[in-house]
């Protein structure tokens, strides 16, 4: 191959990394410069403009995703969530219940951004709304104003790993396309599949691992250094009775049950599930913030839809015969909870559509028009991605990293290291779309066609589940990192950038820390996944 072709790949990769620094629109910017570096190849004679003409069909492609229809369901979830007020609600009681302890305000917001993370998967919304609830009430309790800082963008971040996350489903596809081009490199031709359902699977024991890792952190942060991490009210406080914990942590549960509970049990996809998350949110918000007690009855008809579902599941998969119904009780049965769902997606929308909030919007036209925006702008990168991505590898480009991965020193584990190292530094830099949509389709099926042992190729799950922890980093690197931009666009005036900036770094160095872990012990991402589905 000759040199031309490599370089103009390194000055296209190199373009779009300077423009994006430069702060021009990602989707643009990755459309703009493929096309002008396909016609710049085209007239040095490296680059043939037919290629382009598979561009049209690979949008096509992508729109008829089924698995990235989750996409704006996920979104429409977090931002109705938002609306709804659960997050208040939980921070205050988990305020109450771990304040009068050292650091116990720190811990609860972790534990909230846990539980926010395995209910919606949105970071803005969770930062946001920690960083002006949580955040004032910290500095006046007297903690440090970078282990506040910290805590919550740490927290707020936990929604990119931990399921359901708009992350694992972007990351989950891109996995799943280059699994097969690289089982079809290797001359297999009936190719096995990795779904969104395996990654979100893998990732949730890694998930679970970085709270684990945040609580031991804050806790020990407490202990040595008590006047910044003090407890609340000297270290008295009403305990939480309860019925405000119940109350408090019926929103999340639900909807844990909802998305989480439904795909880990196989009984439905990403895309259904996120489906049935949106409608319960959807209800959650009609009930909490117009009053409308009436939905109360609809939320438990669809939580006995949900148990029922799970049941059967859990009956099938341990391959054991359920108890049957008379057909007519069951027919009558889910004809009953079928009419209580609907009764209370109609109450729902009437009442989030009569509702306004501080802006004196609309709510339910407000979540539309933030949905529609948010999911435009993902789907728009991705296109401009793909255009990417085509004129990339009709430079060859693919190939030269292929033969540059697999030719250093060191094999497959310099090989792994190399990519992680690029996607970290990348994080500092870009968000967590672009190195997805430009870096995933390129190097991953290469990766996965190494070996990480004789004879023992790369699993998928385990490399997305890296992938995905790595990118979490992204939002917390400076100098743009997202969960530290949305933290400064709501942190009082005491707070300063460098405060952000050097609360994160401990953050930063736990999620490290849990990349090194997963290297050594592959089985917390490949243990549940392959307990569940047998893969």
């Known amino acids: 191959m000759s040199t031309l072709p490599i370089l103009l790949c ?91 302890r050292p650091g116990g305000l720190a811990i609860s917001v972790t534990l909230v951004g846990m539980l926010l993370a395995a209910s919606t998967g949105i970071v803005g ?7 002006l609830l949580a955040l004032p009430t910290m ?73 684990l890792a945040y609580l031991a952190y804050q806790t020990a942060y407490a202990v040595l250094n008590p006047a910044r991490a003090p407890a609340v009210n000297g270290g008295s406080g009403d305990p939480v009775s309860l019925r405000n914990l119940a109350s408090a ?33 959807l209800m959650l918000a009609g ?12 939320l438990a008809a669809l939580c006995l839809l949900l148990l029922l579902g799970l049941t059967a599941a859990f009956d099938l998969r341990m391959q054991r ?36 909030d501080e802006r004196g919007e609309r709510v339910l036209v407000s979540v539309m028009r933030s949905t ?30 292929e033969e540059f991965l697999q030719g250093l020193p060191g094999g497959t584990l310099a090989a792994v290291l190399l990519v992680m190292a690029v996607m970290f530094l990348m994080g500092f830099f870009l968000d967590f779309l672009e190195i997805v949509f430009i870096v995933v389709p390129i190097v991953a099926p290469i990766l996965l066609q190494m070996e990480v042992a004789p004879g023992q190729l790369m699993h998928p799950v ?31 005036d005491a707070i300063g950038t460098p405060d952000i900036y050097k609360g994160a770094v401990p953050f930063i160095g736990l999620q490290l820390g849990v990349l090194v872990a997963l290297w050594f012990a592959p089985e917390l991402a490949t243990w549940l996944p392959t307990t569940l589905y047998g893969r």
């Open 287 to 298: 009930h909490r913030m117009a009053g409308a007690r009436e939905v109360t009855i609809s």
């Open 462 to 492: 385990w490399l997305g589940v890296m992938m995905g922890i790595n990118i979490q980093t992204s939002f917390l690197t400076p100098p743009f990192g997202f969960a530290l931009f949305y933290l400064r666009g709501v942190a009082p």
């Open 321 to 356: 015969e359920a108890v049957p119904l008379p057909d007519m009780i069951a027919f009558g049965a889910a004809v009953l909870l079928t009419g209580g769902l609907a009764f209370g997606i109609w109450t729902s929308l009437r009442r989030t559509y009569q509702a306004r």
């Open 139 to 211: 500095i006046r309790a007297g903690y440090g104003h970078a282990f506040s800082c910290g805590s919550i963008c740490a927290a707020g971040t936990l929604g990119q790993i931990i399921p359901p996350s708009i992350v694992l489903v972007i990351l989950g596809d891109q996995i799943s396309i280059a699994y097969q081009n690289a089982q079809y490199s290797k001359g297999i031709f009936a190719p096995d599949t990795v779904s969104v359902n395996d990654l979100f699977a893998g990732a949730l024991i890694p998930g679970l691992v970085l709270v």
């Open 10 to 100: 390194v000055l296209m990769f190199a373009s779009v990394c300077g423009v994006l620094v430069l702060g021009f629109p990602v989707a643009f910017t990755l459309a703009g410069i493929a096309a002008l570096f396909a016609f710049l190849g085209a007239f040095l004679g490296v680059f043939d403009l037919a290629l382009l003409l598979a561009f049209p069909q690979r949008i096509f492609s992508v729109m008829s995703s089924e698995v990235l229809v989750a996409v704006p369901l996920f979104v429409f979830l977090g931002v109705m969530l938002e609306r709804s007020k659960v997050a208040e609600d939980l921070l205050g009681t988990m305020s109450q219940a771990f304040g009068a």
């Open 249 to 281: 942590l019926f929103a999340p549960l639900i909807l844990i049950l909802a998305v989480l509970g439904s795909i880990l049990a196989g009984i439905a996809s990403p895309t259904e599930a996120a489906a049935v998350g949106a409608v319960g949110a």
């Open 125 to 131: 919304a969770t930062v946001v709304t920690m960083g």
């Open 372 to 401: 529609l925006k948010i999911s435009s702008m993902i789907f728009v990168i991705l296109i401009g991605a793909t255009l990417f991505s085509l004129v990339f590898r009709g430079f060859g480009g693919d190939k030269v990293i």
